[in-house]
């Protein structure tokens, strides 16, 4: 187990429910939170849900669109996604992989989801950028399934580290500057996972599948496609009821500053949304190119 020993366990703060959504061109997909949580859960802005099994929920997918001042951190379960961009990256995100994708001053691309025997899902993370990074030079981590370390996180806990670390073991995604944790957990019934997690940090839980309860007092049993979001504390404690659980695990550093957003744009000030607004459509908003 991951534990520190007199630490003092994360209680369960609030629950959010997803809710279903239309994004992009027509896909559907669940929300877990959004802008209406703002700052709630500082320094994450957004987590989208987008697995199905129905193709005409995905296949319009997400057209050529605008990023400024955010990170976007789509990983997939299944399917894949195909993706390019104003710079000239271009790629595919595999079931299991990640891209982790700093937009910086900004970039405009797109990412068209693709199924598999019709099966199609993953999640979509949007992390905000403090002031001094709004304005830096976009960049791509691009992490295939082989490089996500899958570690032992206790007795019956399977962990996918993504970014953060886990019994010493470290994610590939790292040098990012909201210091996140982002776990994929997996628990075999009534097993149980204990994580530190710097206090003051923000984190939360989206359950995937099964039931588990999300502090050390036990408390209610948590569905899946609900967010749990936690309270202060050094550590969380989880268990699974009696089915396996899933759930993804992700932690941050505030960044307390104020929220200016417009779709996919995310700034400070009121003001400098209205100049992305406008260079993107005078045809300068791009300020790093390859």
């Not at 030079?137 to 899958?150: C, G, S």
């Not at 886990?166 to 776990?183: H, L």
Request: no cysteine; aromatic share 8%.
């Amino acid at each position: 187990m991951d534990t520190q020993g007199s630490s003092a366990t994360r209680k369960v703060d609030e629950i959010f429910p997803s809710r279903e959504t239309i994004e992009g061109a027509g896909v559907h997909l669940r929300r877990a939170f959004g802008n209406h949580q703002v700052p709630r859960l500082d320094p994450f802005l957004l987590l989208d849900d987008f697995r199905s099994e129905n193709p005409a929920d995905y296949v319009a997918g997400f057209p050529w669109h605008p990023h400024r001042g955010i990170e976007t951190v789509t990983y997939m379960l299944d399917g894949f996604v195909e993706h390019e961009d104003s710079i000239g990256n271009r790629g595919v995100i595999g079931a299991g992989d990640v891209q982790w994708m700093t937009s910086g001053s900004g970039i405009i691309h797109q990412e068209m989801p693709r199924g598999m025997d019709d099966r199609m899902g993953g999640f979509q993370l949007w992390v905000n950028l403090p002031s001094s990074h709004k304005m830096m030079d976009p960049r791509y981590q691009e992490v295939k399934r082989a490089r996500i370390p899958e570690v032992q996180g206790g007795k019956g806990a399977r962990v996918r580290v993504i970014s953060g670390e886990v019994n010493g073991v470290r994610g590939p995604v790292q040098d990012i500057v909201v210091e996140p944790g982002y776990f994929d957990v997996q628990l075999s019934p009534h097993a149980t996972f204990e994580h530190s997690i710097p206090r003051e940090h923000t984190s939360f839980a989206y359950v995937l599948q099964g039931k588990g309860r999300f502090d050390e007092e036990g408390g209610e049993l948590i569905d899946p496609g609900n967010l749990v979001v936690f309270g202060d504390g050094d550590r969380v404690r989880i268990q699974a009821h009696n089915a396996p659980l899933r759930f993804l695990l992700v932690s941050g550093k505030p960044i307390r500053e104020p929220v200016a957003w417009w779709g996919p744009i995310v700034m400070n000030t009121r003001r400098e949304l209205e100049v992305a607004i406008e260079e993107f459509q005078e045809g300068t908003f791009i300020k790093h190119r390859t």
